[in-house]
Nanobody
Framework: HVQLVESGGGSVQAGGSLNLSCVVSQWPYTSACVGWFRQSPGKEREKVAHIYTRPGITQYTDSVKGRFTISHDAAKSTTYLQMTSLKPEDTGMYYC??????????????????WGQGTQVTVS
């Protein structure tokens, strides 16, 4: 079955950088939506970025534009989130999610079917 394994979280000072990785295994299709979400206590889950892997179509939430970059390495079945110029408000638990087509929909309520375990990012 599909499995997502995340890594790369940690603690960093404001202005620093981190790179998150999400390995998607047992994926049966030639393309996918892969997204990064974050959540902190008392706040609603927020989608940070997503990529439609085969054509490489990407989208970012306004607060991270110019600072974060999402990319996909098909050979490694891995999606990365390169995070630079980190701010304290970027702190949270970051989750990787995958779906076949959901990021191509305009319905923001649509469900992402597969999720990773989360990795903590702390910026101080």
């Amino acid at each position: 079955h599909v499995q997502l394994v995340e890594s790369g979280g940690g603690s960093v000072q404001a202005g620093g950088s981190l790179n998150l990785s999400c390995v998607v295994s047992q994926w049966p299709y030639t393309s996918a939506c892969v997204g990064w979400f974050r959540q902190s206590p008392g706040k609603e889950r927020e989608k940070v970025a997503h990529i439609y892997t085969r054509p490489g179509i990407t989208q970012y939430t306004d607060s991270v534009k110019g600072r974060f970059t999402i990319s996909h390495d098909a050979a490694k079945s891995t999606t990365y989130l390169q995070m630079t110029s980190l701010k304290p408000e970027d702190t949270g638990m970051y989750y990787c999610a995958a779906d076949r087509l959901v990021c191509l929909s305009t319905d923001t309520r649509a469900e992402w079917h597969y999720w990773g375990q989360g990795t903590q990012v702390t910026v101080s």
